[in-house]
């Protein structure tokens, strides 16, 4: 089952979550950082290794809370840095329980904050970030269910574009692992980072 709410949702059958106001893109972080972070500036663009000088830990929770993958950390934008890899992992962005559920398993796309979490019997079980629909394009918030999954698939509108990993909710509309540039970016699709699009690829029905 997929929702779109202010967020959207994915449940066994299978359905999806999608929010209205999702298409909002990142701004910059301004509040106090939570447990285990701390607020960076990038003077310029860096590798994530050397950032992360070569943790894996750090490096995989710094794309998760920022949205982003290791070919978009932009120089001159304010990120959220693990300083405290144990306790940053700790931290979770979206909604643990969900007393709203709509099925035994269930996504949902939050799409203002721009992660989504996927819920068994209510409570959830991991968590991503997304890049959801921009504003041309947008990702419609609805509840809907799992048509297929496709796991080689290629766009057939934009250009033979590779989709992996994806999982069709609506007509030409999928989640699938694609760029994440820490913002709203697709064409209407939610795209996820890789490992994330290879674990729901295979818990979703």
Known sequence: LILAMGYAAFAEGTG????????????????APPEGFDLLKLEK????????????????IFMKVNRTD??????????LFPVDTEKAAEYVPVPEQITDSRSL?????????????????????????????????????GEFFVNYKQRHKRSIKYNNAPMPYSINYD??????????PGHPASRGCVRLLEAD???LFSWVR
């Open 16 to 31: 999806l979550m999608a929010s209205p106001a999702g298409n909002s893109s990142s701004k910059e972080i301004t509040m």
């Open 45 to 60: 663009k860096e590798s994530l290794a050397k950032l992360c000088e070569q943790n894996v830990a750090c490096e995989t």
């Open 70 to 79: 290791r070919r978009h950390i932009s120089a001159g934008k304010r990120v």
């Open 105 to 141: 398993r269930e996504v949902r796309v939050f799409l203002n904050e721009q992660y989504f979490g996927a819920y068994e019997n209510g409570t959830l079980l991991f968590w991503g970030p997304i890049s959801s629909g921009k504003k041309s394009n947008p990702t419609w918030p």
């Open 171 to 180: 007509g030409p509309y999928f989640i699938h692992q694609q760029s994440l």
């Open 197 to 199: 699009a290879k674990r």
